[in-house]
């Protein structure tokens, strides 16, 4: 047994935020930065898609057929040089990485957020309330969560047809319930602690202990899942393009657009499917990088 | 004679984050042996840490930065961790607050002590189980073969810490330091430790450290005792004499704010202002913020002054001996 | 005599933990699982008059933090009621319970837990005045900044969150946030046990002189006697669920009758400018889950009779004012 700093009280800091300090932690790891850098990078370049991508992608009358599966390098009637090649659609795969990779992260996104935020007032009911609230709502959250993500998926997918939104839908349904159960433990560690006590007795309503009191406290844990959670979005959506049940044919995300030129690996005709795969690894890779730090630092922190 | 234990300038200090917390600041005590220490301060005083470095208990971040700790004449610090651990529970022994903190809550009773034991004496597990029996009955524990067979979590709070001081004692140690023993204790059951304490080391001849931030109890069995504030003791000497006629204005603040002193209703004698931070300490008299005698020459901090009746003081201004407690 | 802002009559709480499926489940194999339960407190009466202050005292396991969260009504009593100014609060309708529920407010023992670690200490204070309408919210700001300066805290800390603040500070927001309801009754839960020596006494001066300026009823659970001594005017004795007795203040550290109370007096730490033998009482206090027949103090009483192993003494006025559980006072 020996004695950590702990034992030692803690100075008051005058006025630090806790988001320098939890800035300060991130970045002392590089790889975690680089990989911070590389998500901010990923971002950055999807949202400015439609100014830096030399053609749309998804306009059909700017493409030539008669340009389809040039290879890397080549060049268009135009001048436009296709720096990546081209599909068999004839999309120059820069722009059509972009684009694509603007909807994916786009979809994961939306999707991942609806779900954080139905998902964690759902389970911070569900700890308030405990009981048989809790118990129903932790059944269907654990049925939900006994079922493969992608068997959900596909026959939501089937019922509901195809189209972004759907897609959204779909992931949302799927998502959800893995926040409710972080939060709900999480929350009831919380609802046992003497603030949550202390606003009973002020006669606080439930809804405003609930979401004012309890839900923020709860919330940290969910951060880390939800940066995680993006990632497995980006390939749940991107394996159900490439199934054919995701989105629609003229508007590729990612998925798509290796699914189109999967079959065209062993032609020779590699980079239709190997650029937008390399970009779909490269984004999930420093997501789950970013979480991965996230969640060591935010560890130790839980325990103040 | 030469004293048992010998503190001489000890720093200890942890390099955090946000800088460097200097938790002990040059503090010098000895103990002779067979003798009771009280180590008193509130939290933040470097009381705990102290009583951790003299078993070579502080980690990284954490170090011993500078001074000395003599045991028997020998050095302490800079010895290796085995060295140390050869010394730990049978000749130095340690009572923590939170008997947790000496009992494994996965481990029997009679596990627990015949592993202690065995740790510094070879002995069959028969004659080893008797002794633990024998350990139990001394620190006044009823029926102690139900206790041997329990978990610690089947023990009420001071039970456990009794075995916890049965652990301590068990080798018949020189120094016992004890952390705060009875602080999580009600009052019934801490007098009741206290009292077994009191005998056990009378009996068997063993010095021992209380650190404690309860002046009242200390005033009852410590043959000395010495006050720290930020980091350094700031007076100590004989008990009666250092709580009957206080030198320093933090130990004349700290006795004048106890309770069961004044008339009922009647506000309290109060230091005012905080303890400072043991990160950003001013430069001079620690206390010099609080004190209401403190002037221009606190700016440099005070050294130990020597005071007839074997007592120090560190303070430019202390009040005369003569004075006391009104 | 005015009628008491609060009255705790026959006042009892058992606690249950009925065995859960899995474990009723094994009983069915092993023959028959029980449910523990524990009678935090029993049978407990007393009354605080205006402007009163009542400590209540005892060690750990006694019920007070239970009778204390009974009486600002986060729990239900098994038994008994508590009456605010005559009203019982069980029968109350939701409306009157909830204004009921702001004259009787909380201070908590825990500084650091009581306080929402992610909210500021002005919204920490002014929250609840605000949602019920106590101060109009154009208004909240300065009623907020009244409140701190009122305990004794620079207003400008009202943007600060509370692990910036130290103890005695954490400590002094949560006697703002309980003020700022104008509550007509406090009970203060072990309040200053959390704080450093030098601090509680600041704190301690400060409920002193907020009870002065504010004329409040209030009950102060400790298991300190110095601090009940200081600041209370009666005092009750709880030991194991029960009352054991009940004086006023200086006749009880004068002259205590209980043999337990006798016990922690004798006990409490005092500053001796001599050694002193320690002469403690023997015994470990009684698991609350298996408390002893009869007068529950008995195997640890040094006057104990046969009589107490078997037959509860009842509360009885032994003087104007002054009452007592024990067989003792019935001889002679």
């Known amino acids: 047994m020996t004695v950590s700093f702990e034992s030692v009280p803690t100075p008051v800091p005058a006025r ?45 009358a700017q493409l030539s057929i008669l340009d389809n599966k040039l290879p890397p390098g080549a060049q268009s009637i135009d001048g436009l040089t296709y720096w990546l090649g081209t599909d068999d659609q004839g999309r120059d795969l820069v722009s059509a990485i972009l684009y694509g990779l603007r909807l994916s992260l786009l979809v994961a996104a939306t999707a991942t957020a609806i779900a954080l935020a139905i998902g964690a007032v759902v389970g911070t009911i569900a700890a308030y309330f405990g009981g048989i609230v809790d118990a129903v709502i932790m059944r269907i959250v654990d049925i939900q969560l006994s079922f493969p993500a992608i068997l959900i998926a596909l026959i939501l997918l089937a019922i509901l047809g195809k189209g972004v939104d759907k897609v959204v839908i779909a992931l949302i349904s799927v998502q959800w319930a893995y926040y409710a159960r972080t939060i709900r433990g999480s929350a009831l560690v919380e609802r046992r602690r003497e603030y949550i006590e202390a606003a009973r007795v002020l006669a606080l309503s439930p809804a405003r202990i609930m979401f004012r009191h309890l839900l923020p406290n709860a919330f940290p844990p969910l951060i880390v899942v939800a940066t995680v959670q993006v990632a497995h979005a980006i390939s749940l959506e991107a394996t159900l393009s490439f199934l054919g049940v995701g989105v629609p044919i003229t508007e590729p995300s990612l998925g798509l657009l290796i699914a189109n030129g999967y079959g065209y690996m062993l032609s020779g005709l590699y980079w239709i499917a190997f650029y937008p795969g390399l970009a779909l690894l490269a984004a999930i890779l420093a997501i789950n990088l970013v979480g991965d730090r996230l969640a060591d630092i935010m560890n130790p922190r839980l325990k103040r | ?186 009052v019934t059951i801490q007098s009741q430790i206290v009292a077994q304490m009191q005998a056990l080391c009378a009996e068997s001849g063993t010095a021992l450290i209380w650190i404690t931030h309860d002046l009242a109890l200390i005033s009852g069995f410590a043959d000395r005792v010495a006050v720290m504030y930020a980091g350094r003791i700031v007076e100590q000497g004989p008990v009666g004499d250092v709580l009957g006629a206080p030198l320093h204005p933090y130990t004349r603040g700290l006795i004048g704010s106890l309770l069961g002193g004044g008339a009922p209703g009647a506000p309290l004698a109060q230091i005012p202002g905080l303890p400072p931070s043991p990160i950003n300490l001013p430069p001079g008299c620690a206390f010099a913020p609080r004190c209401p005698r403190a002037d221009g020459t606190c700016a440099t901090a005070p050294d130990d002054t020597a005071h007839p009746g074997g007592r120090t003081v560190r303070c430019w201004h202390p009040h005369a001996a003569l004075e006391t407690v009104a | 005599m005015s009628a008491p802002v609060i009255a705790i009559e026959y006042v009892s709480k058992g606690f249950v933990r009925r065995p859960g499926l899995a474990e009723r489940a094994a009983g069915l194999v092993t023959g028959g699982a029980r449910a523990t339960a524990v009678q935090a407190l029993d049978d407990v009466s007393f009354a605080i008059a205006e402007r009163e202050v009542v400590g ?48 009787i407010q909380m201070v908590f023992q825990d500084p650091m837990a009581s306080l929402n670690p992610r909210m500021r200490i002005g919204e920490i204070v002014g929250e609840a ?15 907020v900044d009244e409140m701190l300066a009122r305990v004794g805290l620079d207003p400008s800390l009202r943007n600060r969150y509370p692990h910036q603040l130290s103890g005695g500070q954490r400590a002094r927001v949560g006697i703002a946030r309980a003020l700022a309801m104008r509550p007509a009754f406090l009970v203060c839960d072990e309040p200053v046990a959390a704080l450093d020596v030098s601090i509680q006494a600041q704190v301690l001066n400060l409920l002193m002189r907020l009870r002065a300026e504010l004329g409040l009823a209030c009950l102060f659970i400790s298991h300190n006697l110095g601090v009940v001594e200081h600041i209370a005017d009666r005092v009750v004795i709880l030991y194991l669920g029960r009352v054991v007795e009940i004086a006023p203040n200086a006749e009880l550290f004068r002259a205590p009758n209980h043999p337990y109370t006798q016990a922690l007096l004798a006990n409490a730490p005092r500053l001796d400018t001599k050694k002193r033998r320690f002469a403690p009482i023997a015994g470990e206090l009684p698991s609350p889950f298996a408390p002893p027949a009869g007068c529950h103090f008995h195997p640890r009483c040094p006057a104990a009779m046969d009589r107490c192993r078997s037959e509860r003494p009842a509360l009885r006025e032994i003087a104007p004012g002054r009452f007592s559980a024990c067989h003792l006072n019935a001889m002679g």
């Open chain 2, 1 to 186: 004679m030469a004293p048992l234990l010998e503190i001489d300038g000890l720093k200890v200090q942890f390099s955090l984050r946000d800088g460097l917390v200097r938790a002990v600041d040059g503090v010098s005590l000895a103990v002779d042996a067979g003798e009771v220490l009280g180590l008193v301060g509130e939290s933040g005083s470097g009381k705990s840490v102290t009583g951790f470095a003299i078993l070579g208990l502080v980690d990284p971040p954490g170090r011993i930065a500078a001074g000395a700790i003599r045991f028997r004449g020998e050095e302490l610090v800079g010895r290796s961790e085995a060295e140390l651990r050869g010394m730990r529970g049978r000749d130095i022994a340690m009572v923590f607050q939170d008997p947790m903190m000496t009992l494994n809550p996965v481990l029997r009773i009679d596990t627990q002590v015949v592993e202690a034991i065995t740790a510094h004496e070879r002995v069959s597990a028969r004659a080893a189980r008797a002794r633990a029996r024998d350990a139990l009955v001394a620190v006044g524990i009823a029926s102690p073969d139900e206790r041997l067979s329990a978990y610690p979590h089947q023990l009420s709070g001071g039970m456990r810490q009794r075995v916890a001081i049965a652990i301590a004692l068990l080798h018949r140690p020189a120094l016992v330091i004890a952390d705060e023993p009875t602080t999580a204790l009600d």
């Open chain 3, 129 to 143: 005045p605000r949602v019920h309408g106590i101060v109009e919210k154009r208004e909240a700001g300065a009623y």
């Open chain 1, 16 to 60: 630090g935020s806790g988001l320098l300090r939890l800035w300060r932690e991130f970045a002392e790891s590089p790889v975690a930065l680089a990989a911070l850098a590389g998500v901010a990078l990923l971002f950055a370049l999807a949202l400015a898609a439609p100014w830096i991508a030399p053609q749309n992608p998804y306009d059909l």
């Open chain 3, 56 to 103: 209540l005292v005892g060690e750990s396991g006694c019920g007070k933090s239970t009778l204390g969260r009974i009486v600002v009504n986060a729990l239900p009593p098994t038994a008994g009621e508590v009456k605010f100014r005559g009203a019982a609060l069980a029968t109350l309708d939701p409306a009157a319970r909830r204004e009921v529920a702001r004259k």
